[in-house]
Structures are given as structure tokens and as C-alpha cells.
């Protein structure tokens, strides 16, 4: 066949099946050749290695996975691109396809079913609509996985990776900095896809920790902190953690002086620590 990344291609299999993109799944398929074979090759897709990659398309990241990785397993949720599949992928023997929600997905029982034994990595092009409460999943859930390799927003991917103290820093890169090292891989202008869309993108590679990166007591607690800090970022953390946790400023004061963070701060000025500092402070002082 054709290179899937041709436009010509593109067309002729869309018409052949009939397919027409869904905004409101938000699919831009890539055309630039040099993208897909990138993100395989960065995202760690290996022999011996498993993948799971979410969204197909037609398939043109999926061929790049399979041709490095031992295995591939690609939850799709539109059903209509399954016999487009069945014939941009008809030469591997290694993919999988599940026609299903990631949302929705027993995503550790697919690894212990799908890769036994191999480690195992997640790849995609995310639907910049959906891009943080996927990420989140996958992360909060904990799963036996390597990295997650995603190709998102340029912007999003800014305040994904954003370093603490910096003002791109957010809840967010907050919360991705817990369970893994973020970081930017390269960038995807919006000419690489089709449709293009209205704003460029970026890869993005969160490389997963074996453990939090900070000891908190409760994990809960430690995340209505790291929010309530970023809900009103003009204002200080006394402010905005003394009406997210609902307590008296001078109380809120007295938990942040003894966390070793100054009343006045703002949160972007924090680090990860100081966060979990706070909120093991606000525990220890509920209990008391």
C-alpha cells in the first residue's frame, strides 16, 4: 500500500469506507512522513516491548509501533474506522485493535491479558479536548507502564511540562510531576495533519516513577491542596488554600509557616515538597 501518510491516500481510503472526520472526536490524521516514526522511535516501541497506543486513525502511527514493537494493542473508539484498519494493517500480525472507550478500559487487566512479561509503553495522538483527563487516568491508575508518549496541544504541552516556579506551572504539571518526569520531545506544526487544525502541536513524554515523587500522607488531601492553591492564581496561597480547605486564615497561616512556606506566596512559586508539606501540615492538624 501507498504510505498512509500520503494526502491522495488518505482520500481514496476515506471514500472507499465512506468515512468522514468527527469533530467531535477531534480527529486529525498526520501527513507529515517524519512524525509517526518519531514518536515510535522516542516513545520506546521495541522488540520485546509492548504498546498500547490509544486512537488509531487509519493507522499510521499504529504500522510505525508495530514495526519496532513486539506487540501492539490500539483502543479506538470509532467504530467506522475498524475496516480502514482491517486494510492499512493488514500486513501485521502484532496489532490489536479494541473498538472501546480508554476511559472504560480495565487498562491493567488489558496488560496482564495482552503482555505478559514484556514491559510496556502507551503512545498517542490525543484529541486535544480529552488530553488531561486521559493523561490523569493513566497516571492515577497506577499501571505497570514505562512512559506515556502523546502528541498534544503546543500549549498544553507547555503547562504539562511546566517546571515548578515557573508561570506555565499549574495544577496539572503539579499533579504529572507526582507520578512521573515530564518533558517535551519535539514539536508538530498544524500543516502536518488533515484536516489542520487551528493551532500547532507537540510531543510530550512522561517518563513514569516507580513511586510519587513526594511522600504525602494523603494522597486526596494532597490534590485538593495542589488545587485549591491553583484556583485563583493572583492570589496568595493564604487566600485561596484558607477558602479551599475551608479554615480560618490565622489557621491557615499557622499550617503554612509550619510547612515552611510563606503566607504570601503564590502558587506557582511552590514546589512539589512544599505542596506535600502543606498538605501533610493540614492533616496532622486535623487530627489533632
Given amino acids: 500500500m501507498e504510505p ?7 482520500r481514496q481510503v476515506m471514500e472507499k469506507h465512506g468515512f468522514t472526520f468527527s469533530k467531535a ?13 518519531r514518536i515510535a522511535e522516542e516513545g520506546g516501541a521495541a522488540p520485546g516491548v509492548g504498546v498500547i497506543e490509544i486512537g488509531a486513525g487509519i493507522g499510521v502511527l499504529t504500522a510505525e509501533l508495530a514495526r519496532r514493537a513486539e506487540k501492539v494493542v490500539c483502543v479506538e473508539i470509532d467504530s467506522r474506522l475498524l475496516p480502514i484498519l482491517d486494510e492499512t494493517l493488514g500486513e ?3 496489532v490489536t485493535i479494541l473498538n472501546e472507550d480508554v476511559m472504560k478500559v480495565d487498562l491493567a487487566d488489558l496488560i496482564r491479558r495482552e503482555f505478559p512479561g514484556l514491559p510496556v509503553v502507551v503512545c498517542a495522538n490525543l484529541p486535544y479536548y480529552i488530553t488531561s483527563p486521559i493523561l490523569m487516568s493513566l497516571l492515577e491508575q497506577r499501571l505497570p507502564i ?6 498534544v496541544q503546543r500549549e498544553a504541552a507547555r503547562r504539562i511540562c511546566a517546571q515548578p516556579g515557573t508561570r506555565e506551572a499549574g ?11 515530564p518533558g517535551i520531545l519535539f514539536p ?3 500543516g502536518s495533519f488533515l484536516p489542520a487544525p487551528e493551532v500547532d502541536s507537540s510531543v510530550i513524554r512522561l517518563d513514569v516513577l516507580p513511586a510519587p515523587a513526594v511522600a504525602v500522607e494523603d494522597e486526596a488531601l494532597f490534590f485538593t491542596v495542589v488545587r485549591g492553591a491553583f484556583g485563583q492564581r493572583r492570589k496568595t496561597v493564604l487566600n485561596t488554600l484558607s477558602a479551599a ?3 480560618a486564615k490565622e489557621e491557615t497561616r499557622r499550617i503554612l509557616e509550619a510547612a515552611g512556606v510563606s503566607p504570601g506566596a503564590r502558587a506557582e512559586e511552590l514546589t512539589l515538597p512544599q505542596f506535600g508539606a502543606i498538605a501533610n501540615q493540614v492533616k496532622q492538624n486535623r487530627e489533632a
Fill in 4 to 10: 498512509l501518510t500520503n494526502r491522495t491516500v488518505i
Fill in 171 to 181: 495544577a496539572i504539571s503539579a499533579a504529572v510531576r507526582y507520578y512521573s518526569e
Fill in 146 to 151: 514505562r512512559s506515556i508518549t502523546v502528541m
Fill in 245 to 247: 480547605l475551608g479554615l
Fill in 188 to 190: 508538530v506544526s498544524r
Fill in 25 to 37: 472526536l477531534g480527529q486529525n490524521f498526520i501527513v507529515n512522513p517524519s512524525v509517526c516514526p
Fill in 92 to 94: 501485521f500480525t502484532n
